[in-house]
């Protein structure tokens, strides 16, 4: 067999339920020129039974002996990896038959770009939900810190990428990818073909509903390094809790004093990036101001909404003038009993 252009990565542990559909699923594609490195991390289940009996020499096996975790499989896969891209799938989703042509042929024309993902369809357990990434290299760069960025599961790689640079996964429980988009997206381009080529199912024992918690606080933790070592920021243990409190969608009561530490802290973080700029300035500005934003209306609170309009990030906020006014009349004609 030639070396293939694409080397697929799936990773499987206890996936017995959706295991074949998800392997099929790649084996239908449209773009057949690929290798298919399923690597069992130590199933205790049937995996390894239902994968043996699915026949294509695309298919290559690897079998850890026990369970490794999911960093240590997917550093495994990239060292397996031959080809000149490396897609990323799950065990229990479904890729689209033109995802694979569509992503080869967009990388094939477009050299600056590194990483290529796709929009995505939730599925299962009642829920049919489409879900839409940001586009271009600068909005998807820029929001990295503070949300995922893509769906790392439909994506598609340069593995020079990975070999140049010297870029792996790293153990940040639950929450890998994460710091993956901090670190590749400094050293090349990424972008989302609007289409919705990758469907992730709703599954109650998938990752990200079995590990909210642990994701979570993994999350933080990546965020954390990167403020501390990317844009060289150090926090001291009130502003971690702050960071702590208040990050990805967690929801939390501010006090008065909490309000100004909150945004005081953001705002520094913008000003921590606009001296060492490795987010690009004005959209990672924007997108901080934006985000501290809905936290701030979240909080039914007129002080918090003042205190907010006053501050240094108001200026960076797009919202401009309509923000004002909206909450100029929001005040002053509520009939609503929102605590000063």
Not at 38 to 65: A, F, P
Not at 91 to 106: G, K, M, T, Y
Not at 205 to 232: D, H, M, P, T
Not at 293 to 320: C, D, P, V, W
Request: hydrophobic share 40%.
């Amino acid at each position: 067999m030639s070396i293939p252009k694409v080397s697929v990565i799936l990773p499987v542990y206890n996936a017995e339920k959706y295991i074949e559909e998800a392997i099929k699923s790649i084996l239908n594609q449209k773009y057949t020129d690929f290798e298919l490195i399923v690597i069992n991390d130590g199933s205790t289940d049937s995996s390894k039974e239902i994968i043996s009996k699915i026949k294509d020499e695309r298919i290559v096996y690897v079998q850890n002996d026990t369970n490794q975790g999911l960093v240590y499989t997917l550093n495994k896969g990239l060292s397996l990896a031959k080809g000149k891209y490396i897609a990323r799938m799950d065990a229990d989703d479904i890729s689209l038959p033109d995802r694979l042509h569509l992503q080869v042929n967009f990388l094939e024309k477009n050299h600056e770009i590194g990483i290529v993902g796709t929009n995505i369809i939730l599925f299962g357990n009642n829920c049919k939900k489409k879900i839409v990434y940001a586009k271009n290299h600068e909005d998807i760069f820029a929001r990295s810190l503070l949300k995922a960025p893509f769906c790392h599961a439909s994506c598609m790689f340069r593995r020079k990428v990975f070999k140049d640079f010297g870029i792996k996964y790293e153990d940040f429980l639950h929450a890998e990818d994460f710091m993956l988009w901090l670190r590749i997206l400094k050293v090349t381009k990424g972008y989302n073909l609007q289409q919705f080529l990758y469907k992730v199912r709703n599954n109650q024992s998938s990752v990200s509903n079995q590990y909210r918690s642990q994701q979570i606080q993994s999350g933080i933790k990546a965020v954390l390094y990167a403020i501390e070592n990317f844009l060289k920021l150090s926090l001291d243990e009130n502003e971690k809790q702050i960071l702590y409190k208040t990050f990805f969608d967690q929801v939390y009561d501010f006090n008065h004093n909490e309000i100004k530490q909150f945004i005081f802290l953001y705002t520094k973080i913008i000003n921590a990036n606009n001296t060492v700029g490795y987010f690009p300035e004005s959209k990672f500005a924007f997108y901080i101001s934006r985000y501290v934003f809905h936290k701030i209306k979240a909080q039914l609170n007129n002080y918090a909404m003042r205190t907010f309009i006053k501050s240094e990030l108001y200026n960076y906020y797009q919202g401009g003038m309509r923000l004002k006014i909206k909450y100029f009349f929001y005040e002053k004609f509520s009939k609503r009993n929102i605590l000063e």
